[in-house]
Protein backbone atom coordinates (compact mmCIF):
# COMPACT_ATOMS: atom_id res chain seq x y z
CA UNK A 1 0.00 0.00 0.00
CA UNK A 2 1.13 3.25 -0.94
CA UNK A 3 0.50 5.35 1.90
CA UNK A 4 3.03 7.17 4.00
CA UNK A 5 3.60 8.06 7.58
CA UNK A 6 2.75 11.64 7.27
CA UNK A 7 -0.91 10.18 5.64
CA UNK A 8 -1.15 7.86 8.21
CA UNK A 9 -0.69 10.59 11.14
CA UNK A 10 -3.45 13.16 8.91
CA UNK A 11 -5.77 9.47 9.22
CA UNK A 12 -5.23 9.49 12.34
CA UNK A 13 -5.90 13.30 13.00
CA UNK A 14 -9.31 12.38 10.65
CA UNK A 15 -10.49 9.39 12.83
CA UNK A 16 -10.20 11.70 16.01
CA UNK A 17 -11.90 14.74 14.74
CA UNK A 18 -14.69 12.52 13.24
CA UNK A 19 -15.47 10.55 15.91
CA UNK A 20 -15.76 13.80 18.42
CA UNK A 21 -18.97 14.56 16.75
CA UNK A 22 -22.24 14.18 18.76
CA UNK A 23 -24.06 12.07 15.79
CA UNK A 24 -21.53 9.50 17.30
CA UNK A 25 -21.33 9.69 20.76
CA UNK A 26 -24.07 11.40 22.24
CA UNK A 27 -22.15 14.45 22.85
CA UNK A 28 -20.36 17.03 21.57
CA UNK A 29 -16.38 16.39 22.52
CA UNK A 30 -15.60 19.63 20.79
CA UNK A 31 -18.13 21.99 22.21
CA UNK A 32 -16.35 24.99 22.76
CA UNK A 33 -13.01 26.57 21.86
CA UNK A 34 -10.90 25.05 24.76
CA UNK A 35 -11.35 21.77 23.73
CA UNK A 36 -10.65 22.95 20.47
CA UNK A 37 -7.45 23.89 21.63
CA UNK A 38 -6.97 20.83 23.57
CA UNK A 39 -7.39 18.82 20.33
CA UNK A 40 -5.06 20.72 18.36
CA UNK A 41 -2.16 20.08 21.30
CA UNK A 42 -3.33 16.24 21.41
CA UNK A 43 -3.06 16.27 17.60
CA UNK A 44 0.17 18.16 17.54
CA UNK A 45 -1.05 20.40 14.58
CA UNK A 46 1.71 22.63 13.72
CA UNK A 47 1.09 26.45 13.34
CA UNK A 48 -1.73 27.28 14.63
CA UNK A 49 -2.13 30.69 17.22
CA UNK A 50 -4.85 31.58 18.73
CA UNK A 51 -8.62 29.94 18.05
CA UNK A 52 -12.20 31.65 18.39
CA UNK A 53 -15.70 31.17 17.97
CA UNK A 54 -15.25 31.04 14.34
CA UNK A 55 -12.21 28.44 14.26
CA UNK A 56 -14.61 26.21 16.05
CA UNK A 57 -17.66 26.61 13.74
CA UNK A 58 -15.39 26.22 10.83
CA UNK A 59 -14.03 22.68 12.52
CA UNK A 60 -17.73 21.72 13.12
CA UNK A 61 -18.53 22.41 9.54
CA UNK A 62 -15.47 20.61 8.09
CA UNK A 63 -16.73 17.89 10.23
CA UNK A 64 -19.75 17.25 8.67
CA UNK A 65 -18.29 17.43 5.42
CA UNK A 66 -15.11 15.07 6.07
CA UNK A 67 -17.74 12.45 7.41
CA UNK A 68 -20.09 12.62 4.36
CA UNK A 69 -16.95 11.14 2.45
CA UNK A 70 -17.52 8.01 4.69
CA UNK A 71 -20.92 7.51 3.12
CA UNK A 72 -20.16 7.79 -0.05
CA UNK A 73 -21.15 4.93 -2.78
CA UNK A 74 -18.22 5.68 -5.15
CA UNK A 75 -14.79 6.63 -5.36
CA UNK A 76 -16.28 9.27 -8.05
CA UNK A 77 -18.22 10.62 -5.42
CA UNK A 78 -15.84 10.46 -2.64
CA UNK A 79 -13.43 12.37 -4.76
CA UNK A 80 -15.92 15.01 -5.90
CA UNK A 81 -16.32 15.94 -2.02
CA UNK A 82 -12.87 15.63 -1.33
CA UNK A 83 -11.87 18.18 -4.49
CA UNK A 84 -14.40 20.41 -2.90
CA UNK A 85 -12.71 20.51 0.27
CA UNK A 86 -9.47 21.11 -0.80
CA UNK A 87 -10.26 23.34 -3.49
CA UNK A 88 -12.29 25.42 -0.49
CA UNK A 89 -8.96 25.46 1.83
CA UNK A 90 -5.82 27.38 -0.55
CA UNK A 91 -3.64 24.82 -0.18
CA UNK A 92 -0.37 25.77 -0.76
CA UNK A 93 2.11 22.36 -0.91
CA UNK A 94 5.62 22.97 0.98
CA UNK A 95 8.47 21.12 2.12
CA UNK A 96 9.23 21.34 5.56
CA UNK A 97 11.39 20.14 8.54
CA UNK A 98 10.20 21.82 11.24
CA UNK A 99 10.66 20.90 15.08
CA UNK A 100 13.14 18.28 14.20
CA UNK A 101 10.37 16.44 11.92
CA UNK A 102 12.08 15.03 8.42
CA UNK A 103 11.34 16.47 5.66
CA UNK A 104 7.54 16.50 4.46
CA UNK A 105 4.66 18.32 2.59
CA UNK A 106 2.27 20.87 4.68
CA UNK A 107 0.03 21.89 1.60
CA UNK A 108 -1.92 24.66 4.38
CA UNK A 109 -1.33 27.36 3.54
CA UNK A 110 1.25 29.36 6.23
CA UNK A 111 -0.37 30.23 9.03
CA UNK A 112 -3.78 29.20 7.76
CA UNK A 113 -7.02 29.38 9.76
CA UNK A 114 -7.41 25.76 11.77
CA UNK A 115 -10.47 25.17 9.72
CA UNK A 116 -8.50 25.31 6.18
CA UNK A 117 -5.26 23.74 7.85
CA UNK A 118 -7.29 20.11 8.38
CA UNK A 119 -9.46 20.66 5.09
CA UNK A 120 -6.24 20.68 3.30
CA UNK A 121 -4.03 18.15 5.42
CA UNK A 122 -6.94 15.60 6.19
CA UNK A 123 -8.22 16.36 2.54
CA UNK A 124 -5.08 15.10 0.98
CA UNK A 125 -4.72 12.57 2.73
CA UNK A 126 -8.08 11.23 1.60
CA UNK A 127 -6.99 12.35 -1.62
CA UNK A 128 -3.82 9.95 -1.51
CA UNK A 129 -5.59 7.04 -0.12
CA UNK A 130 -8.16 6.87 -3.38
CA UNK A 131 -4.43 7.23 -5.72
CA UNK A 132 -3.61 4.48 -3.97
CA UNK A 133 -7.14 2.66 -4.41
CA UNK A 134 -7.75 2.02 -1.04
CA UNK A 135 -11.14 3.62 -0.43
CA UNK A 136 -12.41 0.33 0.91
CA UNK A 137 -10.42 0.45 4.13
CA UNK A 138 -12.75 4.06 5.40
CA UNK A 139 -14.86 1.98 7.49
CA UNK A 140 -17.45 2.87 10.27
CA UNK A 141 -17.97 0.54 13.20
CA UNK A 142 -20.26 -2.42 12.39
CA UNK A 143 -21.20 -2.73 16.51
CA UNK A 144 -24.83 -2.21 16.01
CA UNK A 145 -25.44 0.95 17.98
CA UNK A 146 -21.63 2.77 17.26
CA UNK A 147 -21.31 5.31 14.45
CA UNK A 148 -17.26 5.84 14.95
CA UNK A 149 -15.23 5.59 12.14
CA UNK A 150 -11.69 4.23 11.86
CA UNK A 151 -9.21 3.37 8.68
CA UNK A 152 -8.29 -0.23 8.47
CA UNK A 153 -4.61 -0.27 8.21
CA UNK A 154 -4.39 -4.21 8.46
CA UNK A 155 -2.77 -6.31 6.09
CA UNK A 156 -6.08 -8.11 4.87
CA UNK A 157 -8.18 -5.02 5.86
CA UNK A 158 -10.22 -7.41 8.15
CA UNK A 159 -11.02 -4.95 10.57
CA UNK A 160 -14.77 -4.74 11.48
CA UNK A 161 -15.12 -2.76 14.54
CA UNK A 162 -13.33 0.54 15.83
CA UNK A 163 -10.74 1.29 18.91
CA UNK A 164 -13.45 1.83 21.68
CA UNK A 165 -13.43 -0.53 24.90
CA UNK A 166 -16.95 -1.16 24.41
CA UNK A 167 -16.73 -2.13 20.64
CA UNK A 168 -12.90 -3.93 20.81
CA UNK A 169 -14.46 -5.96 23.94
CA UNK A 170 -17.62 -7.10 21.81
CA UNK A 171 -16.06 -8.52 19.11
CA UNK A 172 -13.54 -11.00 21.54
CA UNK A 173 -16.69 -11.55 23.30
CA UNK A 174 -17.72 -12.93 20.01
CA UNK A 175 -14.39 -14.76 19.35
CA UNK A 176 -14.24 -16.25 22.65
CA UNK A 177 -17.65 -17.67 21.83
CA UNK A 178 -17.00 -18.78 18.47
CA UNK A 179 -13.68 -20.66 19.91
CA UNK A 180 -16.33 -22.12 22.89
CA UNK A 181 -18.51 -22.98 20.41
CA UNK A 182 -16.09 -24.95 17.90
CA UNK A 183 -14.32 -26.81 21.32
CA UNK A 184 -17.74 -27.88 21.54
CA UNK A 185 -18.29 -29.40 18.48
CA UNK A 186 -14.82 -30.57 17.65
CA UNK A 187 -13.30 -33.22 20.27
CA UNK A 188 -9.44 -32.21 20.88
CA UNK A 189 -7.72 -35.06 20.60
ZN1 LIG B 1 4.54 19.33 9.74
ZN1 LIG C 1 -17.39 0.94 17.60
Given at each position: MLITHDTECALSSLVELLNTAPEVCGTELLPDVAALDAFVVRQEISEIDSLTEEDLHRVHDLRSRLREVFGTESTAAAAELVNGIVAAAGTTPRLTNHDHHGWHIHY??????LGDHLAAELGMALAFIFMAG?????RTCEAPDCARVFVDLSRNRSRRYCDSRTCGNRLHVAAYRARQRSAETVPTI
Open positions: FAPHAAERERL
